[in-house]
């Protein structure tokens, strides 16, 4: 990330039939593609998916998405940190006319695989973007910058959970009892951005 910080303000949708692991059957890959179809009819700006099977891209599940999105650009989200080969799907995401990944190198933060993330970026040679992504704060921001990533994405999470009691179990979202919610952290992000702009 070399000269200005850009900080650019986009609706990206991410289309996901369901929790869990990242291989879909064709009933599920049927309801991402009408889900993307509806996604840019609404005006989204990018579509975000991932789709894998046996530790590989799975491109019966990206192809159809890609067709789907038309000129909207697609990204491939942190299901590419579970494929065995990291390297051989930036080349297949690259030749699918995937735009960018989301990735931590295969670890669960990204600050944890610096040199993942080095060799992932000398890799992609530009033909893909490399986005980092997972557990990154002020605190990591500038060492993931350093790596050379395209892009860094965080959720800015502040360190105050909003308390809210649920009084009957709505099943494991809302479980009954004392439980709360993370929250989007104004200062946090502010800090983020002073931080990526004198990087």
């Known amino acids: 990330m070399g000269g200005d910080v850009v900080v650019a303000v986009e609706d990206l949708v991410m289309v996901r039939p369901r929790a869990g692991g ?15 179809l509806r996604a840019v009819a609404a005006g989204a700006h990018g579509i975000v998916i991932g789709g894998t099977r046996d530790g590989r891209v799975d491109p019966e599940i990206v192809r159809p998405v890609l067709d789907a999105a038309g ?20 080349d297949e995401l690259a030749e699918l006319g995937v735009i960018r990944v989301l990735t931590a190198a295969g670890a669960s933060r990204a600050v944890d695989a610096l040199d993942g993330l080095r060799a992932l970026v000398e890799h992609a040679a530009g033909r893909i973007q490399v986005m980092a992504g997972g557990g990154i704060d002020p605190s990591n921001v500038a060492e993931i910058v350093a790596t ?18 649920v009084a009957v179990s709505l099943g494991t979202g809302a479980p009954a009892g004392e439980g709360g919610y993370e929250t989007t952290d104004e200062a946090t992000a502010m800090r983020l951005r002073e931080i990526l702009r004198g990087a």
């Open 22 to 36: 990242f291989a879909y059957d064709a009933d599920e890959v049927a309801l991402m593609v009408a889900d993307t």
């Open 71 to 90: 000129d909207v650009p697609v990204s491939f989200h942190r299901a590419f940190d579970t494929l065995a080969d990291q390297k051989a799907g930036l």
């Open 148 to 165: 050379g990533v395209d892009g860094i994405h965080a959720s800015a999470k502040g360190i105050v959970i909003v308390s809210d009691a």
